[in-house]
């Protein structure tokens, strides 16, 4: 604010800083706490943490068959697991797999053992270029509407089987799975996935090799 002060005689122009008032001190204090809290860019330069055994999420899953003729029989499929270990987008998760089919003829039920190594939000790695990315088109030829909400993912399996019936000793199981979760409330999603295994078997006395192909519905909690 200008002012004139008189030295000796002589009008002399000069220039007083007053300081912020209050308010606005508050004000901007509160400010710079929200960008340091909430500025994205902070968020995503923070390193990814590595979690070991922190149990959640859950998961349940289950695919169901049942056919009245040519043949008659019923087919299910339960599965469930924990998360053993997280870092970022990567996580391990340690699942049980119960399988069975009951027909006029035979029945068999078999019990599996896994690890899961799954990748999630797998269309981020295809984020480029930076004019047009790869991954965002696809989330959004995939998922429409939902591509913000969805956290598409990848992963392997590897365990051990044991049939109900017959098998005296673990075989071996491996595969690979495809799928996406939607968030549907606050820390539960509904999963959809396509998975495929392939694992030793005893049926009917004779070994050997099965492959399955599972659609599974479930949900993360």
Known sequence: MGRLILTDGYAMPAHIRRAPSAGLRLHLFLWVIALTLFDPLSASAQEALLEILPIRPFNFDVALRQQTFAPNDREVTLQ??????????????????????????????????????????????????????????????????????????????????????????????????????????????LDLSLQFTQYDVNFRGESGQSQQWLFLTGFRY
């Open 80 to 189: 469930a697991g924990i998360t053993a270990l997280r870092y970022g987008d990567g996580e391990i998760r340690a699942g049980y797999q119960y399988f069975s089919v009951h027909t006029d003829d035979f029945k068999t039920d078999q019990h599996a053992l896994f690890l899961n190594p799954r990748w999630n939000n797998v269309l981020d790695l295809f984020n480029f270029p930076a004019s047009m990315p790869i991954g965002r088109m696809l989330k959004h030829l995939f998922f429409g509407p939902l591509e913000d909400r969805a956290v598409p993912y990848v992963g392997a399996l590897l365990g051990t089987v044991i049939s109900g019936q017959g098998r005296t000793s673990p075989g071996l199981l491996y595969g690979g799975q495809t799928g996406v979760r939607f968030p549907v409330a606050r820390g539960i999603s």
